[in-house]
Each structure stands twice: as C-alpha cells, then as structure tokens.
Nanobody, 118 residues
Framework: QVHVMESGGGSVQPGGSLRLSCTTF????????MGWYRQAPGKQRELVAT???????NYADSVKGRFTISRDNPKNTVYLQMNSLKPEDTAVYYC????????????WGEGIQVTVSP
C-alpha cells in the first residue's frame, strides 16, 4: 500500500533550524506534487510549501525567505529546510503527496510535531 512517512521534527529555540523529510513508500510512482502543511492548536491546517515534479515551488507568505522546499524524485522524497524558526511556526507538520493520473493518489502523513520555544 502506498503511503508517506515524515521524519525530522522536534524542539528548537527561536532562530534555530530543523529539516523535515517525507518519503513515499509502497510504490515507484513519481508524485505530481509533494508538499507540507501545518496545523497549530486551535487553527485550521494551512499550506506551508509545495513542489511539483518538475520543480515548480509555492510558499506561504509567512515562511518565504526562511523555509526551503526541495525534492529528490528518484527517492520520492521531499524535504523542508526550516531556518530562523519562530514560536508561531509551532505546529504539527503534515506531508502531502499527490499523483495526477492512473493511478491517482492523495496521500497524507500522520504528522510530525515542530515546537519552537525559548
């Protein structure tokens, strides 16, 4: 069964850095779009960044200039390098992988906690 799994979360002080990874398992399909979303307590899930299979990138305004998304297509892995972290970045981060075609996938990870506090 095709699924995605995140890794790399944790706790860091403001101004620190973390790197998240997400890999697709169970198949060799190249995902059309891979990305990261986050959900803070009491808030709706929001987009952080996405990247297409040919390198098209989209960032939320709140993370532009601080976060960098990248992917390794042969490994079906997406990365999120987070620098200059702020307390408001604290959230559960979810990986999403979408494949448009046959077969079609819309996969979500279980989520990984990122906590930014002094």
């Amino acid at each position: 069964q095709v699924h995605v799994m995140e890794s790399g979360g944790g706790s860091v002080q403001p101004g620190g850095s973390l790197r998240l990874s997400c890999t697709t398992f169970g198949g060799t399909f190249i995902m059309s779009v891979m990305g990261w979303y986050r959900q803070a307590p009491g808030k709706q899930r929001e987009l952080v960044a996405t990247i297409t299979s040919n390198g098209g990138i989209n960032y939320a305004d709140s993370v532009k200039g601080r976060f960098t998304i990248s992917r390794d297509n042969p490994k079906n892995t997406v990365y999120l390098q987070m620098n200059s972290l702020k307390p408001e970045d604290t959230a559960v981060y979810y990986c999403n992988a979408v494949r448009i075609g046959i077969p079609t996938f819309d996969l979500w990870g279980e989520g990984i906690q990122v906590t930014v506090s002094p």
